[in-house]
């Protein structure tokens, strides 16, 4: 179906969803976290097997469209606050939930800014490419909030407390390169082939094996939220079980032993 504010493109078991309000720094207005949330919820449902998330033109995401935003932050805060009026509805960064629970592997490739909940939707992927045009900035104390779209929950597990709380408690622009070297991007790569590399890495992903590919990113998960090792082991046990009995491990182990790529079904 067609979005107002996002554009999708699809390919052999990937799919790429871009942000398309580039006159604004595609900022999110209410309009697009619905429209985000329901091509999440697509892409899951149609099963894909990679998905890719970047911005048209010269910005990832610059944060909240302010004046659209500042309405659905007051409603959720009423909201809490219970009384006749209370309903229920989504949390404000719900789209980083769907993100970061797709069961599948997920690329940001990060063009231009990445600004406040454009940089919680950039952490909420597995893996993070930057152009070398690309910023990453926790603005929001310069706007006298604190972090939301899940930013506090996330940042601190990707680049550690210290310098998350440097970038929230200052609010500052790192630049591709320290983005690079604190392990916020995986790569950094010139703005024209940010784009080629993330489709060659969908494309690549698309093709292993996706059962693999969701037990993978479920136990990394389960390991962030797990305090004892000796618990995850139980789960890992308990994943290698399940996927040793399935068509993609018999197919792995077959192609290895005839020295060719295995063809992997999600079976």
Known sequence: MGYSTLEVETGAGWALVALNRPDRLNAITPEMQGELEQVLEEMRAQGVRALILTGRGRGFCSGADVSGMAAVRGEAVSSLAGGPAVRLRR???WPTTLLFRFPRPTIAAVNGVAA???LSLALACDIRLAGESARFSAIFVRRGLMPDYGCTWLLPRVIGPSRAYEMMYTGRMV?????EHWGLVSKVVPDDRL???AKALAQELAKGPPLSHEAIKMGVQRGIETPRLEEHLLFEAYGQGILSQTEDHKEGVQAFLE????QFQGR
């Open 91 to 93: 949390p404000l960064g």
């Open 116 to 118: 406040g909940a454009g």
């Open 175 to 179: 630049s591709a390169h320290e983005a």
């Open 195 to 197: 784009l080629d590399e």
């Open 259 to 262: 020295k060719r790529e295995p």
